[in-house]
């Protein structure tokens, strides 16, 4: 899709009912923002804990399959939160978010943030060594992925402050 229809698909979307509705109503927006923002820090939280149990600095006593067990709980709640809150927000200023090149590299960001939690759920499951709950069990590559994750996070965040101001 090029810019011009990128542009015409956002002057169509805002002249739904549905964007319409969100414009006119000024609590709507707000509202979504926080929820947003709480699924920002449920999965940002979480994704950090997983990576401090992968440099060892977290729930030592568990493996890090255990570890990312129990938080996928939160993690995909809070992506389907931030999904329909995302939505709400784009259907609302779509202009303001689609038309956006942070917005863009942000949503490239955070897809590959998915892949490589993914990924490294993937190599934790293949666990089955003794010393599963020891730093030695946890991989040279899962540590580089869970830099690469932590620094995607952090990047992520920057992107979504950094909309407002592009």
Same mark, same amino acid.
């Given at each position: 899709?090029?810019?011009?229809?990128?542009?015409? /698909?956002?002057?169509?979307?805002?002249?739904?009912?549905?964007?319409?509705? $969100?414009? !006119?109503?000024?609590?709507?927006?707000?509202?979504?923002?926080?929820?947003?923002?709480?699924?920002?820090?449920? #999965?940002?939280?979480?994704?950090?804990? !997983?990576?401090?149990?992968?440099?060892?600095?977290?729930?030592?006593?568990?493996?890090?399959?255990?570890?990312? #067990?129990? /938080?996928?709980? #939160? $993690?995909?709640?809070?992506?389907?939160?931030?999904?329909?809150?995302?939505? #709400?927000?784009?259907?609302?200023?779509?202009?303001?978010?689609?038309?956006?090149?942070?917005?863009? !590299?942000?949503?490239?960001?955070?897809?590959?943030?998915?892949? $490589?939690?993914?990924?490294?759920?993937?190599?934790?499951?293949?666990?089955?060594?003794?010393?599963?709950?020891? %730093? %030695?069990?946890?991989?040279?590559?899962?540590?580089?992925?869970?830099?690469?994750?932590?620094?995607?996070?952090?990047?992520?965040? /920057?992107?979504?402050?950094? $909309?407002?101001?592009?």
């Amino acid at each position: 899709m090029n810019n011009a229809q990128l542009l015409n /698909f956002c002057t169509w979307l805002e002249d739904t009912d549905l964007s319409q509705a $969100i414009q !006119v109503n000024d609590w709507i927006v707000p509202l979504v923002q926080i929820i947003h923002i709480f699924a920002v820090c449920a #999965v940002g939280t979480t994704l950090l804990l !997983v990576g401090m149990k992968i440099f060892d600095r977290f729930m030592v006593e568990k493996s890090l399959n255990q570890t990312i #067990v129990r /938080f996928q709980a #939160v $993690i995909t709640p809070a992506l389907i939160v931030l999904l329909l809150t995302g939505s #709400v927000l784009i259907i609302g200023e779509p202009s303001r978010s689609l038309a956006n090149w942070v917005f863009q !590299v942000k949503m490239i960001l955070l897809l590959s943030a998915i892949a $490589i939690f993914f990924w490294i759920k993937k190599i934790s499951g293949n666990e089955n060594r003794k010393d599963q709950y020891s %730093s %030695s069990a946890i991989t040279s590559n899962q540590k580089i992925l869970a830099s690469l994750l932590l620094i995607n996070l952090v990047l992520i965040i /920057f992107a979504g402050r950094w $909309i407002a101001y592009t």
